[in-house]
């Protein structure tokens, strides 16, 4: 099983900053099937990117995906007041498919 | 717009039975996979189970296999989760989620889930 682990647990940042979230894998993720959803409070998770790097359906260009191998990032360009919520990545490469326990985005 | 909506959910007895539905509009729901991914009380995510466009393959999570059946109605519209020998473990929000293809465990839409406790 690939274990999926995100860093930092929690990042603390302003409206207007750059968040870096980090998500490393026990085994190579296989044809960077690494995908990134977005939960805030109450809701249920949101498709933000797949295939590493590529952007879902009507998500803003302030998030992009990088990464290969066993290390991938999730980047928001400058942080709006909607993007505060809890990130977490996915992969899909490997049975089973496993997420990330997830990065918590809070305002400063 | 693509729309998923569970009910089923509620309070069960360890060792009893329930059965979510999941009903499915705004897309061509014969087209795409179809899954249920859960969710503990303040924890994170965990893929329980898909079923294919088709209906003819479905695959489950260890956690749940040979308890948990997943289903598929194309001429409701609708996908099932019939849940078995429930389990302290099995408390969990339960999202019905749409495959981006036929099977590629991309989760492209999610419903906003249904509250199953199981609690003695």
């Known amino acids: 099983e690939i274990v999926l682990t995100q860093s930092p647990g929690t990042l603390s940042l302003s409206p207007g900053e750059r968040a870096t979230l980090s998500c490393r894998a026990s085994q190579s993720v296989s044809s960077s099937y690494l995908a990134w959803y977005q939960q805030k409070p109450g809701q249920a998770p949101r498709l933000l990117i797949y295939a590493a790097s590529s952007r879902a359906t009507g998500i803003p260009d302030r998030f992009s995906g990088s990464g290969s191998g066993t290390d991938f990032t999730l980047t928001i360009s400058r942080l709006e007041p909607e993007d505060f919520a809890v990130y977490y990545c996915q992969q899909y490469g490997s049975s089973p498919r496993t997420f990330g326990q997830g990065t918590k985005v809070e305002i400063k | 717009q693509v729309q998923l909506v569970e009910s089923g959910g509620g309070v069960v007895q360890p060792g009893r039975s329930l059965r979510l539905s999941c009903a499915a509009s705004g897309f061509n729901f014969s087209g795409n996979g179809m899954h249920w991914v859960r969710q503990a009380p303040g924890k994170g995510l965990e893929w329980v189970a898909v079923i294919s466009y088709d209906g003819s393959n479905k695959y489950y999570g260890d956690s749940v296999k040979g308890r948990f059946t997943i289903s598929r109605d194309i001429s409701k519209n609708t996908l099932y989760l019939q849940m078995n020998s429930l389990r302290a473990e099995d408390t969990a929000v339960y999202y019905c989620?749409?495959?981006?293809?036929?099977?590629?465990?991309?989760?492209?839409?999610w419903g906003q889930g249904t509250l199953v406790t199981v609690t003695s």
């Open positions: 989620a749409k495959d981006r293809g036929r099977i590629s465990y991309i989760f492209d839409s």
